[in-house]
């Protein structure tokens, strides 16, 4: 028995052996691509955009590994750490400047002055995926944000129309939380809710801007602190989800189509999901209302492409990435995704003729609206964004801090680090 | 009286155990549109198999079922099988090193796994291995063996030594006395170790998420991720792959559970 | 006879493996404690010892998950320990059915983590679970909430879920234990006219007394270690109520990408469990050898 069992070992283990000595049925020669916001419905459609690629270029052929939204971040440092390469990669605005400052990511700034893009690309594109003026990144498509309402819910509290300004927004999350088991708000105070925090204080703030001249933070303003008092205010008075405190974007999505709470501030890759879920009359999308100032800031994120600076096929990879961001290309999928679209006028077809498009297709065209952008260039943004910002945020509605407080220690973090980064710059240009 | 309260007992564990699970049978069984809209009731108004066709024939449920299988199988096979010597080392012998090594057996499992993921990354892309479960294989046992190596160990302890010992005069070797006469004493030992460790590899998920891209190298807890997008998580289904998931597991233990229940029974003390 | 090779040689595979894949990995490990160490750009810049003294004199946070390890750990334990031991006292008893109730009872242990975090945060939430109507009915809660959200109960939540999935563990262990111990121990007793609270005490406590204690050990060492119900249930939150040393080893290190200093608490964990160890090793020494 015993030496049946041990000869059961030694065999396993040789067979463990051969497979580490076999290859694999991945071909170094391919170019390797790896996504990061991955579902399977939209792994489908890069596939085939990469067939087409294939088919335009004989000899190239590409290999994709799709890693899950929640743990990509860990993973790709993992498969980086480990000294394996992925060629192109997608990169979301929150990491750039981690992996930049890493020195991973390739410079993209003399591939694209060889390439013609079209007249109509957005004239922001290629800085919004910028580091100290180099394009490390094109943005594949832009996710903004706008407020999706619950029709039906609305329509049962009496209410005509979606919030226009902060004011209308806090009444009408006011006025549906009367109905029994329904709040007003979807709140969004788990991973990922900071860009709410950041859109309510600079809309009270009237200026997107997040730093003056010398770096201090735009948070130490009253706004600021306005902004975030309203946020507690309609939290402690019950009218986003008691457990909402906590949300991530799962439950504020799933909290908005089962009717648990009836505007989301959301972005329209969640869509998607959404119809899935709810008959299409049901909702429909309104800009985010506007500050005091008749101004509103709603965050403008993105994800794009990028190439790894270990890469050894930089010239096919870049090919890959022009290819992905075609026209054509790109209009299959920022409509597939749900994305506002890189190029000028996409939007307009997207997005019209819908009540569900009709709060993106204003917040793009109305100059009432502005985009917020994070400040992604600094370094520890990503870390302050995911914990700080959430832990203390969620202190503050809980009572254990008052806005001021929290909208202090927010602006200290930021200003340290954006006045380190002056320094920095203003010593690179010495 | 005594009775009584035990099966009042048994009852209590039973709804606290299936509770949960039969809630996620429901919810397997639930169509998406009423998943939400119905409110909390005991039993959807309306039922559908749709979740379960979609794991079973459209997704790769199937393909993690199999890898998740060969994973756990031969882990448990393997990490059973080594830590026994091992067990049998420690307990019957007492010789410099025994405590170090004790030791170094319990530190390895006193540090976070997440700060050692990234060396053992590079250690299976060393001896390419990464990114298949071969890889895995050979890091579930190494993380499952001293603790089955402790409970080895601790059955043996148990299993008297006298036996072993007479044995030995009778003429048997060691190898023979422990193969006749110790092994089967410790059978519920060995029947433990087993459903541990094949449950155990079967329901890791750190390592697996970690170490496997492809979808053809997935096990089952690591595929099921596939389930949860940014912005959804597709519950039906995902209840529908758990529910299924417990039916080899169940297998396994009611079968494992004889070695448990009869080991000393069937060995007994025949010397 | 014995020689002093034997021992070695039953040890010889284990070591081999523990030594390649677990060791070496966990040293290297430990070293990024005296790095500035950053993943993504794999750039190593020794700092000696000044990533622990950070750890001793600013921040809070440490202290504070420290404790939330202690309450998770110990709660989790002990609930898990006493069902545990009860229902395998039960299981050995033996009654009709048995075939079929012991493997059932063996689900939890079999369900993948991040899972059992999954169905315990939906069967928690008012939405989608019928806990919180439950704790209402019987007087818990005032009203149905998610205890997940509020910071003074929110560690129950997964609590409740470890306990599920590790009553199992200790049922199988301690029934294991149950069953090697020979009857004909109990029928000589029954001879003498020991009551069975007596036999229980004096016979059966001591025998299973080794496996309790490693039982205790390892699990106590694994819960505290044991970061995937808690990230899926709360991710540490509402405002760090269940942040545990785990979580926040993770956060630190995936999050912040600091593995320098994730490495300095993960020592500090892995010190305070030796010390436990230490402890109970004790014990355990005391225990076999007096009955």
């Known amino acids: 028995m015993i030496k049946s069992a041990l000869i059961f070992v030694i065999v396993t283990l040789c067979f463990i052996g051969i497979e580490a000595i076999k290859d694999r049925d991945r071909d170094p020669n391919n170019l390797l691509i790896v996504e990061v916001n991955t579902s399977a419905d939209r792994t489908g459609l890069l596939r085939a955009q990469l067939d087409e690629f294939e088919a335009d270029n004989p000899g190239l052929n590409v290999d994709v590994i799709?890693?899950?939204?929640?743990?990509?971040?860990?993973?790709?440092?993992?498969?980086?750490?480990?000294?394996?390469?992925?060629?192109?990669?997608?990169?979301?605005?929150?990491?750039?400047?981690?992996?930049?400052?890493?020195?991973?990511?390739?410079?993209?700034?003399?591939?694209?002055?060889?390439?013609e893009f079209d007249d109509d690309l957005e004239e922001n594109t290629f800085s919004y995926g910028s580091v100290n003026d180099r394009v490390y990144t094109v943005p594949y498509g832009y996710y903004l944000r706008a407020m999706l309402y619950n029709k039906k819910i609305f329509q049962e509290a009496g209410i005509k129309k979606p919030p226009l300004t902060m004011d209308e927004f806090y009444e009408t999350a006011a006025t549906i939380s009367e109905l029994p088991g329904v709040s007003g708000y979807?709140?969004?105070?788990?991973?990922?809710?900071?860009?709410?925090?950041?859109?309510?204080?600079?809309?009270?703030?009237?200026?997107?801007?997040?730093?003056?001249?010398?770096?201090?933070?735009?948070?130490?303003?009253?706004?600021?602190?306005?902004?975030?008092?309203?946020?507690?205010?309609?939290?402690?008075?019950?009218y986003a989800p008691q457990d909402s405190l906590n949300w991530g974007l799962n439950e504020t999505v799933s909290g908005f189509y089962s009717g648990t709470c009836a505007m989301l501030h959301q972005t329209p890759d969640a869509l998607n999901g959404i119809s899935k879920r709810m008959n299409d009359g049901d909702y429909a999308s309104a800009p985010m209302p506007l500050g005091p100032s008749g101004k509103s800031f709603p965050h403008l994120g993105y994800i794009g492409w990028s190439i790894m600076e270990g890469s050894k096929k930089k010239d096919a990879a870049f090919k890959l990435v022009r290819h992905l961001l075609k026209r054509d290309q790109h209009e299959t999928w920022a409509r597939r995704g749900g994305l506002v679209p890189i190029y000028k006028g996409l939007a307009s077809d997207i997005f019209a003729g819908s009540d569900v498009g009709a709060g993106w297709l204003q917040t793009t065209e109305d100059d009432r609206w502005d985009y917020m952008i994070n400040p992604n260039y600094l370094s520890d943004i990503a870390e302050f964004d995911s914990i700080q910002v959430i832990q203390s945020g969620q202190a503050m509605m809980l009572g254990e801090k008052t806005p001021e407080e929290t909208a202090r220690a927010w602006a200290d973090f930021l200003s340290t680090s954006q006045k380190k980064r002056l320094k920095e710059q203003g010593e690179a240009n010495d | 009286m005594l009775n009584k309260s035990k099966y009042a007992f048994i009852m209590g564990f039973l709804i606290f155990t299936l509770f949960p699970v039969l809630w996620m049978l429901?919810?397997?069984?639930?169509?998406?549109?009423?998943?939400?809209?119905?409110?909390?009731?005991?039993?959807?108004?309306?039922?559908?198999?749709?979740?379960?066709?979609?794991?079973?024939?459209?997704?790769?449920?199937?393909?993690?079922?199999?890898?998740?299988?060969?994973?756990?199988?031969?882990?448990?096979?393997?990490?059973?099988?080594?830590?026994?010597?091992?067990?049998?080392?420690?307990?019957?012998?007492?010789?410099?090193?025994?405590?170090?090594?004790?030791?170094?057996?319990?530190?390895?499992?006193?540090?976070?796994?997440?700060?050692?993921?990234?060396?053992?990354?590079?250690?299976?892309?060393?001896?390419?291995?990464?990114?298949?479960?071969?890889?895995?294989?050979?890091?579930?046992?190494?993380?499952?063996?001293?603790?089955?190596?402790?409970?080895?160990?601790?059955?043996?302890?148990?299993?008297?030594?006298?036996?072993?010992?007479?044995?030995?005069?009778?003429?048997?070797?060691?190898?023979?006395?422990?193969?006749?006469?110790?092994?089967?004493?410790?059978?519920?030992?060995?029947?433990?170790?087993?459903?541990?460790?094949?449950?155990?590899a079967w329901s890791e998920l750190l390592f697996a998420l970690m170490f496997i891209n492809r979808q053809s190298q997935m096990t089952f807890p690591a595929g099921i991720m596939n389930f949860v997008t940014k912005f959804s998580v597709d519950w039906g289904q995902m209840a529908a792959a758990m529910i299924l998931a417990l039916i080899p597991v169940c297998i396994f233990f009611s079968y494992i559970q004889k070695f448990i229940v009869q080991g000393l029974t069937a060995g007994a003390l025949k010397g | 006879m014995i020689s002093i090779r034997e021992p070695w040689l039953y040890l010889a595979p284990t070591l081999l493996f523990i030594f390649l894949l677990v060791l070496v990995p966990l040293i290297t490990g430990i070293t990024y404690a005296f790095y500035d160490f950053d993943l993504i750009s794999g750039t190593k810049e020794f700092v000696g010892l000044d990533q622990f003294t950070r750890i001793l004199s600013e921040d809070a946070l440490f202290t504070k998950s420290l404790l939330n390890t202690l309450f998770w750990?110990?709660?989790?334990?002990?609930?898990?320990?006493?069902?545990?031991?009860?229902?395998?006292?039960?299981?050995?008893?033996?009654?009709?059915?048995?075939?079929?109730?012991?493997?059932?009872?063996?689900?939890?242990?079999?369900?993948?983590?991040?899972?059992?975090?999954?169905?315990?945060?939906?069967?928690?939430?008012?939405?989608?679970?019928?806990?919180?109507?439950?704790?209402?009915?019987?007087?818990i809660l005032n009203e149905p909430e998610n205890i997940l959200s509020d910071p003074d109960l929110a560690m129950w939540g997964p609590i409740v879920a470890n306990i599920w999935f590790g009553i199992p563990f200790f049922t199988i262990m301690l029934l294991a234990a149950l069953r090697s111990i020979p009857n004909d121990i109990y029928e000589a007793t029954s001879i003498d006219g020991i009551s069975g609270l007596q036999a229980f005490r004096h016979i059966t406590v001591p025998l299973i007394a080794p496996t309790i204690i490693i039982t205790l050990l390892i699990r106590a060492i694994w819960i505290s270690n044991f970061a995937e119900i808690i990230i899926v249930m709360t991710n540490g939150g509402p405002a760090n109520s269940t942040q545990i040393v785990a979580t926040y080893i993770y956060d630190t290190a995936y999050q912040k990408m600091d593995f320098g200093y994730a490495s300095v608490i993960s020592i500090a964990l892995l010190s305070l469990l030796m010390i436990y160890g230490l402890i109970l090793g004790r014990i355990r020494q005391k225990m076999t050898t007096y009955f």
């Not at chain 1, 709140?187 to 309510?200: E, L, M, P």
């Not at chain 2, 939400?36 to 199937?62: C, D, K, M, N, R």
């Not at chain 2, 004790?102 to 540090?111: K, N, P, S």
Request: proline residues 5%.
């Open chain 1, 66 to 115: 799709s890693l899950s939204w929640g743990q990509a971040f860990e993973k790709l440092s993992m498969m980086i750490a480990g000294g394996q390469f992925p060629d192109v990669i997608e990169m979301p605005d929150f990491w750039l400047s981690r992996y930049v400052s890493a020195g991973q990511i390739a410079d993209l700034t003399p591939y694209l002055a060889d390439v």
């Open chain 1, 186 to 238: 979807c709140h969004h105070g788990g991973r990922g809710g900071a860009v709410f925090y950041y859109w309510i204080m600079t809309t009270m703030n009237g200026s997107n801007a997040f730093f003056d001249e010398e770096g201090n933070s735009a948070f130490y303003n009253q706004g600021a602190i306005d902004g975030l008092t309203f946020i507690r205010d309609l939290y402690k008075n019950g």
């Open chain 2, 26 to 200: 429901k919810i397997s069984l639930t169509p998406d549109r009423l998943l939400f809209s119905e409110g909390i009731t005991a039993w959807p108004s309306e039922i559908t198999f749709q979740h379960y066709y979609s794991v079973l024939v459209e997704g790769s449920i199937p393909d993690y079922f199999l890898n998740s299988f060969i994973v756990s199988f031969s882990t448990a096979a393997m990490v059973t099988v080594i830590a026994c010597l091992a067990g049998y080392g420690l307990s019957r012998f007492s010789f410099k090193g025994r405590t170090a090594i004790m030791t170094i057996l319990l530190i390895t499992q006193m540090f976070p796994i997440v700060m050692i993921i990234a060396p053992i990354y590079n250690v299976l892309t060393y001896i390419n291995l990464v990114d298949h479960i071969a890889g895995l294989v050979l890091v579930y046992t190494a993380f499952n063996l001293p603790f089955a190596c402790f409970l080895m160990q601790s059955f043996f302890d148990g299993s008297p030594v006298e036996l072993e010992e007479a044995a030995m005069i009778d003429g048997y070797t060691r190898f023979q006395a422990l193969e006749k006469v110790t092994l089967p004493l410790c059978l519920p030992g060995i029947g433990a170790t087993l459903g541990f460790v094949f449950t155990a």
């Open chain 3, 73 to 139: 750990t110990s709660a989790s334990l002990f609930f898990q320990f006493t069902l545990g031991l009860l229902l395998a006292l039960i299981l050995n008893s033996g009654f009709r059915g048995i075939q079929l109730v012991q493997p059932v009872l063996f689900i939890p242990w079999a369900v993948p983590s991040f899972l059992i975090g999954l169905m315990w945060v939906w069967m928690f939430n008012p939405v989608t679970g019928p806990l919180p109507y439950i704790f209402e009915a019987i007087g």
